[in-house]
């Protein structure tokens, strides 16, 4: 039985459908999940693991340590670590079977001459990590150790504008000049729906695999995969002229009847919904009153059609109101909202 105050269920029927959705665009496309951050807060392990049973052989991470804890033992599945060598020792990398995307030229440098396979990442312009276009002439882009290069785009949730073209352009003049054998990748979720010239051989989905969408043309092919419950650990009547939660932001009109939710800030609901969001159940809507505090918010149920009761949960990201949804209220994206879900929160995998 669960008792924590807060859950997030996680379809891995929904998760699944999204990345054999991703498999489909092109024949023989590699899909290499990003699953850094703790597979964008949803857990590496539990993630890695069920797309490995999926046939899954090449994933991405930001880090070293994002690595390390997936323990690869076997040397045909590929891990990618994408903020590169850094100050590492190159043993960090071959003794746990991590691939380093190498970044800049000095890391280019340390890692050349050596039996090591490594990826090249070439800005084609984001300006983030990345061996800049003008600096590619100092590398050896046949060197047979380098098994993948990559780009990434600035703007791929943006479907007309020109710069991702002016990217795929530049990005085409080093496929050129590549050796055969060489994955070569772009595009992320939202920029493996541009167009098919934007496939490669490799696609890094990362937030569509999770469910979520920065616009309607990914949000129509994909589905929902998260439901983020919060349980209901007191319920209370309040008289006329009460002040609710922190500084006495929320004053009662009336005999109002309330509910407080063991979630708070901590657990990943902003302070920004603080007297303007809402959470669900079933059919009905509750109001945010009040400030939204480290553990815990209140909710107005004083118009509430069914009987809760201390015990029950409530909805706040559901297959009605989505992640991307809740994300547009808070004035973010579905990147940070997933992200900022607490370890307190407890991961359930259906």
Do not use: W
Request: some cysteine.
């Amino acid at each position: 039985m669960i008792n924590e105050s807060g859950i997030l269920n996680i379809n891995t029927k929904n998760l699944i459908y999204n990345y054999n959705f991703f498999k489909k665009l092109k024949k023989n496309l590699i899909v290499a999940p990003t699953i850094k951050a703790n597979a964008y807060g949803l857990g590496d392990k539990k993630i890695y693991n069920l797309l490995l049973n999926q046939g899954c052989k090449h994933f991405f991470v930001a880090t070293l340590s994002e690595g390390l804890r997936l323990n690869n033992k076997n040397k045909l599945i590929k891990i990618y670590v994408l903020n590169g060598l850094q100050n590492y020792k190159l043993h960090n990398f071959t003794n746990a079977n991590l691939i380093p995307v190498v970044n800049t030229i000095e890391e280019y440098n340390r890692i050349k001459n050596t039996k090591i396979d490594f990826a090249i990442h070439i800005d084609t312009g984001i300006n983030r990590l990345g061996i800049s276009s003008k600096d590619v002439k100092m590398l050896d882009l046949k060197n047979r150790n380098i098994k993948l290069v990559i780009s990434h785009l600035s703007s791929s949730d943006e479907y007309k504008v020109k710069y991702n073209v002016k990217q795929k352009k530049l990005f085409n003049s080093f496929v050129k000049k590549n050796s055969k054998g060489v994955i070569f990748s772009l595009a992320n979720a939202h920029g493996s729906i541009l167009d098919k010239t934007y496939l490669y051989d490799m696609i890094r989905p990362g937030i569509g695999i999770y469910g979520c969408y920065e616009n309607k043309q990914l949000e129509n092919k994909i589905k929902n995969v998260i439901n983020f419950k919060g349980k209901i650990i007191q319920i209370k009547d309040l008289q006329k002229n009460q002040y609710i939660g922190y500084n006495r932001t929320f004053k009662t009109k009336t005999k109002t009847k309330v509910a407080i939710i063991g979630l708070g800030y901590e657990d990943g609901i902003p302070r920004l919904l603080s007297n303007k969001g809402f959470v669900y159940f079933k059919k009905d809507r509750f109001k945010i009153i009040g400030r939204i505090s480290m553990d815990s918010f209140t909710i107005d149920i004083s118009k509430c059609s069914h009987d809760l009761k201390v015990g029950m949960y409530v909805d706040i990201i559901n297959e009605e109101h989505k992640v991307d949804k809740f994300a547009k209220k808070c004035k973010t994206i579905s990147y940070e909202v997933l992200t900022s879900i607490g370890n307190r929160v407890y991961r359930n995998y259906e």
